[in-house]
C-alpha cells in the first residue's frame, strides 16, 4: 500500500483516528502528544509552548508533579540534553510550570 492511499490521520485497520505519540524526557512514558507539556528553548531561556507551535526543537514533559520535579534533577540535564541547548537555563521555568501544573495530576502510575 503506498502512503497516498491510506487515510490520512486515520488507522486503515480500523479506521480509528490517530493521535501522534511523544516521550517524557524525564519519567520516558509515551502518551498522546495534547497530554504532554511541550517546552522550547529561546536564548537559552526554558518556555513552555502549551500550542505546540513555537518553531524549534520541543521537549515534553508528562504534568505530574514528579516528572516535573524530577525536570529539574541534576540542574535539568535532561532538559538540556533533549533541547541540545547546554546553557539553558531551567529554574525559573520550572518553578512557573510546577506552579500551573502541579496540582493537574491524572493519577497514572509512574511506569
Request: proline share 8%.
Amino acid at each position: 500500500m503506498s502512503r497516498g492511499s491510506r487515510p490520512r490521520g486515520r488507522d486503515a485497520v480500523d479506521g480509528a483516528v490517530r493521535r501522534p505519540v511523544r516521550t517524557c524526557v524525564v519519567c520516558r512514558a509515551t502518551r498522546p502528544q495534547d497530554e504532554l507539556l511541550r517546552v522550547v528553548a529561546r536564548d537559552a531561556v526554558l518556555i513552555e509552548d502549551p500550542g505546540s507551535r513555537l518553531g524549534g526543537r520541543g521537549a515534553y514533559l508528562c504534568p505530574r508533579p514528579a516528572c516535573l520535579q524530577g525536570a529539574g534533577a541534576r540542574d535539568g540535564a535532561a532538559l538540556r540534553r533533549a533541547l541540545r541547548s547546554p546553557g539553558l537555563d531551567v529554574g525559573p521555568a520550572l518553578a512557573r510550570l510546577r506552579a500551573a501544573h502541579g496540582d493537574a495530576t491524572d493519577g497514572a502510575a509512574a511506569p
